[in-house]
């Protein structure tokens, strides 16, 4: 299976929202609501933010929504922060019981 | 608090086993529904999810990797382990180990593997 695609970066001001796309297929993205998302700072463990889609972990900012239509999620940051200049991953359930990571977005805070 | 923590050699020789053990800590390997899983990571790119594994020994492992993949429990140590077999400088990679099925969300700080002769 190949992994669910994102692009390799966006960026963005401090104060304004981005989003970052995850397109999958019908037999993940688009099968289940099982899409969580992960940051990643340079040399650390990734940490979960979004789960099932919309879902965000006690002690994840506000800021950080998830949300999904059709193959497709996405996640918005919104006033956007020097602090949320990181790598971000999406992961999707599969049909076959599998777990598909994206490639990974860098999102940079100019 | 759940803590995870993966050890291992970091040096393996090209068709060698690699052998990684996670150990849990701050909790139960055996509560509820959790699964236990391992990732992996090559230098500068995206996140390669291997397989799990559930306190029972139930597994599910990824179809790209299916054959070289053996993920073991042994619940009285509060560990659960790693081994690929076969492995090539492709496999150099951080492994983690993490908490969760399709929602992980307790990882280890993860640790470098490098396949090198």
């Known amino acids: 299976q190949s992994a669910l695609t994102q692009p390799a970066s966006v960026s963005g001001s401090p104060g304004q929202s981005i989003t970052i796309s995850c397109a999958g297929t019908s037999s993940d993205v688009g099968a289940y609501d099982y899409v969580s998302w992960y940051q990643q700072y340079p040399g650390k463990a990734p940490q979960l933010i979004i789960s099932?889609?919309?879902n965000r972990p006690s002690g994840v900012s506000h800021r950080f929504s998830g949300s999904k239509s059709g193959n497709t999620a996405s996640l918005t940051i919104s006033g956007l922060q020097a602090e949320d200049e990181a790598d971000y991953f999406c992961?999707?359930?599969?049909?076959?019981?599998?777990?598909?990571f994206g490639g990974g977005t860098k999102l940079t805070v100019l | 608090q759940v803590q995870l923590q993966e050890s291992g050699p970091g040096l393996v020789k090209p068709s060698q086993t690699l052998s990684l053990t996670c150990t849990v800590s701050?909790?139960?390997?055996?509560?509820?529904?959790?699964?236990w899983s391992w990732i992996r990571q090559p230098a500068g790119k995206g996140l390669e999810w291997i397989g799990r594994i559930h306190a029972n020994g139930g597994t599910n492992y990824n179809p790209a990797l299916k054959g070289r993949v053996t993920i073991s429990v042994d619940t009285s140590m509060k560990q659960f382990s790693l081994k690929l077999s076969s492995v090539t400088a492709a496999d150099t990679a951080v492994y983690y180990c993490?908490?969760?099925?399709?929602?992980?969300?307790?990882w280890g700080q993860g640790t470098l593997v490098t396949v090198s002769s």
């Open positions: 099932e889609v919309t």
């Open positions: 701050g909790g139960s390997i055996s509560s509820g529904s959790y699964y």
């Open positions: 992961s999707s359930h599969t049909s076959s019981s599998a777990l598909l």
């Open positions: 993490a908490r969760g099925v399709t929602i992980l969300d307790c």
